[in-house]
T-cell receptor
Framework: QKEVEQNSGPLSVPEGAIASLNCTYS??????FFWYRQYSGKSPELIMS????GDKEDGRFTAQLNKASQYVSLLIRDSQPSDSATYLC????????????FGAGTRLFVKA | GAVVSQHPSRVICKSGTSVKIECRSL??????MFWYRQFPKQSLMLMAT?????????EQGVEKDKFLINHASLTLSTLTVTSAHPEDSSFYIC???????????FGEGSWLTVV
């Protein structure tokens, strides 16, 4: 079992719809959770961080964390073609200490 | 947010030569930096963890004598690809751990092409 799992996609949604990206992790004691966006040929950029159970909203983005289910998700409201990218889930602070574990990423395609 | 700068953004070198890539944390001190490699359409692969003032920790399968890492100050880590070969051509990305919440911030990445 991979430490951080994501569906590779591609996930295709129409413009204006809600895109839902999911991530599960195996290390129950993980403390910090992150979502990064990576455009093709570019390095990842941080979108959201979340540390406690529940929802965290920032603009069109909402991160959701459920530690009991070991599940973190990212919702993108009013999806735009410019949101088309690969989204990486990252987890930190588990039994590996400060090591950040990245998922393989989910490719999102927003159709105009 | 914290800024990490990487240089050069693109480099072409001849097979057999060495190439150095620099990674700087611009507005914070980074005791730990990370080096990744990413081939087209593939996921990030952690190569090594760079610790200021000590030897880097390499991931399994990464040759430490080929990928030399130096982290001589709290704001600078360098990756030197020695005796480069065409199969080393890839996108190399550095990152640094910020102060708050162990957040990882990435540099812009460096495209290496070995001809």
């Amino acid at each position: 079992q991979k430490e951080v799992e994501q569906n590779s996609g591609p996930l295709s949604v129409p413009e204006g719809a809600i895109a839902s990206l999911n991530c599960t992790y195996s290390d129950r004691v993980s403390q910090s959770f992150f979502w990064y966006r990576q455009y093709s040929g570019k390095s990842p950029e941080l979108i959201m961080s979340i540390y406690s159970n529940g929802d965290k909203e920032d603009g069109r983005f909402t991160a959701q964390l459920n530690k009991a289910s070991q599940y973190v998700s990212l919702l993108i409201r009013d999806s735009q073609p410019s949101d088309s990218a690969t989204y990486l889930c990252a987890v930190n602070g588990g039994t590996g200490g400060f090591k950040t574990i990245f998922g393989a990423g989910t490719r999102l395609f927003v159709k105009a | 947010g914290a800024v990490v700068s990487q240089h050069p953004s693109r480099v072409i070198c001849k097979s057999g030569t060495s190439v150095k890539i620099e990674c700087r944390s611009l507005d914070f001190q980074a005791t730990t930096m990370f080096w990744y490699r990413q081939f087209p359409k593939q996921s990030l692969m952690l190569m090594a963890t760079s610790n200021e003032g000590s030897k880097a920790t390499y991931e399994q399968g990464v040759e430490k004598d080929k990928f030399l890492i130096n982290h001589a100050s709290l704001t600078l880590s360098t990756l030197t690809v020695t005796s480069a070969h065409p199969e080393d051509s890839s996108f190399y990305i550095c990152s640094a751990r910020g102060v708050v919440g162990n957040t990882i911030y990435f540099g812009e990445g460096s495209w290496l092409t070995v001809v």
